[in-house]
């Protein structure tokens, strides 16, 4: 079983960046694709798995990316720290949303999520205004 835990989020004006960490604790090395997702304002009630997808990155090292996120969005991870980051620039008001990390067993490309996702973290807000 693996646990996650986001951090970094918070307010920032449009234009701006920021950098979002997931730190991995328990059976960290079951898992083959983590990613990032986001639920915008008003979609609290919804299920993480409809969850916006925003980015993964596999063991491998390979990254995909929502096209929303091309371009602004870079996602990463640190192995010896068990961390997974997303790095955000050029913030919009759209960006607003609570995001949160994934962990899966594979990676569907075209969409930019993780498949067959076993974890998801508590979430953290980013505010874009």
């Known amino acids: 079983h693996v646990q996650l835990v986001e951090s970094g989020g918070g307010s920032v004006q449009t234009g701006g960046s920021l950098k979002v960490s997931c730190l991995a604790s328990?059976?960290?090395?079951?898992?083959?694709?983590m990613g990032w997702f986001r639920q915008a304002p008003g979609k609290e009630h919804e299920a993480l798995a409809a969850?916006?997808?925003?980015?993964?990155?596999?063991?491998?090292?390979?990254?995909t990316y929502a096209d929303s996120a091309k371009g602004r969005f870079t996602i990463s991870k640190d192995n010896a720290k068990n961390t997974l980051y997303l790095q955000m620039n050029s913030l919009k008001p759209e960006d607003t949303a609570m995001y949160y990390c994934?962990?899966?067993?594979?990676?569907?490309?075209?969409?930019?999520?993780?498949?067959?996702?076993?974890?998801w973290g508590d979430g953290t807000q980013v505010t874009v205004s």
């Open positions: 328990g059976d960290v090395d079951s898992g083959y694709c």
């Open positions: 969850s916006e997808a925003i980015a993964t990155i596999g063991n491998d090292g390979r990254t």
């Open positions: 994934a962990a899966g067993s594979g990676v569907d490309g075209a969409a930019a999520r993780c498949r067959a996702i076993y974890s």
